[in-house]
């Protein structure tokens, strides 16, 4: 069956740097496009970008240039989400999702909750 | 970009009643939208795609309607499983934006 296992929570002072993974089985990783989405806690979803899996172009959304890098191992079917500089307003889960181009997200990561805090 | 307005943003209802949820978007959309139902602590559930196609393994009372800017999630019944917040999202253009939330709650 499709999944996407993201990596464990992670806890960082500001300043510092994370990345998280999202490993995708089931599937063929490059025939899907792969989502990043943020949660701040109580808050709602917020579309932070994609990566073709296929050629490896990120886009990201105008809130997320700059300290928000999207990569991927394909031969490990991995997907990862790297944010420096980390911020407090950084706290929050990232979900990794997946969907074909302008299509919604059928399947979703469990969610990697990042905590900074000095 | 592309603003959803959900509302309301928090609805207290019985199970066994009937609700309807609303997002307008901020330009025309077609049918271009998703919805999601999100309960504490989970990751986001597709419920419906595309304003009003169903998914597979999602219960027959969630169903959608509308095009344009005006798109509408019913309920049909209540559920104590139900009580959880449903998001929409928009596939039209880039950035891929969702509303804010409404909050289905017990009365």
């Known amino acids: 069956q499709i999944q996407l296992v993201q990596s464990g929570p992670e806890l960082k002072k500001p300043g510092e740097s994370v990345k998280i993974s999202c490993k995708a089985s089931g599937y063929t990783f490059t025939d899907y496009a792969m989502h990043w989405v943020k949660q701040a806690p109580g808050k709602g979803l917020k579309w932070m970008g994609w990566?073709?899996?296929?050629?490896?172009?990120?886009t990201y959304a105008d809130d997320f240039k700059g300290r928000f890098v999207f990569s991927l191992e394909a031969s490990a079917s991995t997907a990862n989400l790297q944010i420096s500089n980390l911020k407090n307003e950084d706290t929050a889960t990232y979900f990794c999702a997946r969907s074909p181009t302008m299509a919604p997200f059928a399947y979703w990561g469990q969610g990697t909750l990042v905590t900074v805090s000095s | 970009d592309i603003v959803l307005t959900q509302s309301p943003a928090t609805l207290s209802v019985t199970p066994g009643e009937s609700v309807s949820l609303s997002c307008r978007a901020s330009?025309?959309?077609?049918?271009?939208i998703h919805w999601y139902q999100q309960k504490s602590n989970e990751s986001p559930r597709l419920l419906i795609k595309?304003?009003?196609q169903s998914i597979s393994g999602i219960p027959s009372r969630f169903s959608g309607s509308g095009s344009g800017t005006d798109f509408t999630l019913s309920i049909n019944r209540v559920e104590s499983e139900d009580f959880s917040v449903y998001y929409c999202?928009?596939?039209?253009?880039?950035?891929?934006?969702f509303g804010g939330g409404t909050k289905l709650e017990l009365k």
């Open positions: 595309y304003a009003s």
């Open positions: 330009q025309g959309i077609s049918t271009s």
């Open positions: 990566i073709n899996t296929y050629t490896g172009k990120p």
């Open positions: 999202q928009q596939s039209y253009s880039l950035p891929r934006t």
